[in-house]
């Protein structure tokens, strides 16, 4: 299936002479969450801006369910909803006004039933009437989904979505959007939370300064850069490494207490069984064993690290 849309060699330098795109390539397909990670200025909002139709770029070519972003701007708008990072609202208008001329901007019929699902799955509805200027920052947040949600999207981006928002709407956020992708929409979304990428993603894109490091699917990405850890804390202290244990390549740490062992999650035979049956024949008595694995935020730390 063609992606929905593809992003190929997409620059962007500001009137300012910063280059924030350095040739960008993004294929994204229809129905997948795509989180885009990146530091500040990485250049995440510049590409979203991009696609949606709001920053020209300098050089490459958007394309939109085969739409192009500049020729056929009024399509491809149509069928990308954006939620800003930004409070664009205005304050005194009401929830529902906000969300219902939305719909009518981009130009959709009036959907009554279809506004007060939207509110309601955001549970926004009781504030239905409230005007914008009396809600709180998160029910604002609320809103600004609820209007790019009101024409119906095919394409959802969301810039930092929870960004400064409480765990509970956090989690409702996450909920959101996995509704939404059952329904079909393709979501892609920026954080600077990796454990929301984590929780959410299907694929993860990692940008940093202005270029695409990586493009992955979430587990193959953590089964290929995801380090394990075996920590193996002894009952009395060794001086040194038994010889017998030397294959393995483990260390000794903490005043010779603990051995660690580091091993790849993505090999088939993670060696621990051999190597807990060679400690004990080498006569270490082990008082506990323990596991750890790097998370997507120490990969992409040592991605971004690396990159710099
Ligand atoms: N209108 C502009 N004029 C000049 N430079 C700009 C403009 N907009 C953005 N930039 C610069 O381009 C770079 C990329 O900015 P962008 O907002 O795309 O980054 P980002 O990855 O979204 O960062 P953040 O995570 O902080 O939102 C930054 O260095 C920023 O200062």
């Known amino acids: 299936?063609?992606?929905?849309?593809?992003?190929?060699?997409?620059?962007?330098?500001?009137?300012?002479?910063?280059?924030?795109?350095?040739?960008v390539?993004?294929?994204?397909?229809?129905?997948?969450?795509?989180?885009?990670?990146g530091p500040n200025g990485a250049g995440k909002t510049t590409m979203i801006s991009i696609v949606c139709g709001i920053v020209t770029p300098s050089g490459g070519t958007v394309t939109v369910a085969?739409?192009?972003?500049?020729?056929?701007?009024?399509?491809?708008r149509s069928i990308i909803g954006l939620v800003p990072q930004e409070l664009?609202?205005?304050?005194?208008?009401?929830?529902?006004?906000?969300?219902?001329?939305?719909?009518?901007?981009?130009?959709?019929?009036?959907?009554?039933?279809?506004?007060?699902?939207i509110l309601r799955d955001l549970s926004l509805y009781d504030k239905k009437d409230t005007m914008l200027r009396h809600l709180s920052g998160?029910?604002?947040?609320?809103?600004?989904?609820?209007?790019?949600?009101?024409?119906?999207?095919?394409?959802?981006?969301?810039?930092?979505?929870t960004a400064g928002v409480d765990v509970s709407l956090r989690k409702d956020m996450w909920?959101?959007?996995?509704?939404?992708?059952?329904?079909?929409?393709?979501i892609i979304l920026t954080t600077h939370y990796i454990e929301?990428?984590?929780?959410?993603?299907?694929?993860?894109?990692?940008?940093?300064?202005?270029?695409?490091?990586?493009?992955?699917?979430?587990?193959?990405?953590?089964?290929?850069?995801?380090?394990?850890?075996?920590?193996?804390?002894?009952?009395?202290?060794?001086?040194a490494v038994p010889e017998a244990l030397s294959p393995y390549g483990v260390a000794l740490r903490d005043d010779g207490t603990r051995l660690v062992y580091e091993f790849d999650r993505a090999g088939e035979r993670t060696g621990i069984a051999s190597l807990l049956s060679a400690l004990s024949q080498a006569g270490l008595r082990v008082r506990?064993?323990?596991?750890?694995?790097?998370?997507?935020?120490?990969?992409?730390v040592a991605l971004v690290g690396e990159g710099k």
């Not at 390539?25 to 990670?37: K, M, N, P, T, V």
């Not at 959709?108 to 506004?115: F, V």
């Not at 947040?141 to 119906?152: G, N, T």
């Open 1 to 23: 299936m063609a992606p929905i849309v593809s992003i190929r060699n997409l620059t962007k330098s500001y009137a300012t002479g910063f280059t924030a795109l350095k040739g």
């Open 25 to 37: 390539d993004l294929d994204i397909e229809e129905g997948e969450i795509l989180a885009l990670l």
């Open 66 to 76: 085969g739409n192009d972003v500049i020729r056929d701007f009024r399509k491809t």
């Open 88 to 117: 664009t609202l205005d304050a005194f208008e009401t929830v529902w006004n906000t969300v219902a001329f939305s719909r009518g901007l981009h130009g959709c019929r009036p959907d009554p039933a279809l506004i007060e699902r």
């Open 138 to 161: 998160g029910m604002r947040r609320r809103v600004l989904i609820a209007k790019a949600l009101s024409y119906e999207p095919k394409v959802l981006f969301l810039d930092e979505p």
């Open 175 to 186: 909920q959101l959007v996995e509704r939404l992708r059952a329904s079909g929409v393709t």
């Open 196 to 239: 929301e990428a984590e929780e959410i993603a299907d694929r993860i894109g990692v940008i940093n300064h202005g270029e695409i490091l990586l493009v992955e699917d979430k587990r193959a990405l953590m089964a290929k850069l995801g380090r394990k850890q075996l920590t193996v804390e002894l009952a009395e202290p060794v001086a």
């Open 288 to 300: 506990d064993v323990s596991t750890e694995q790097s998370s997507l935020e120490d990969i992409f």
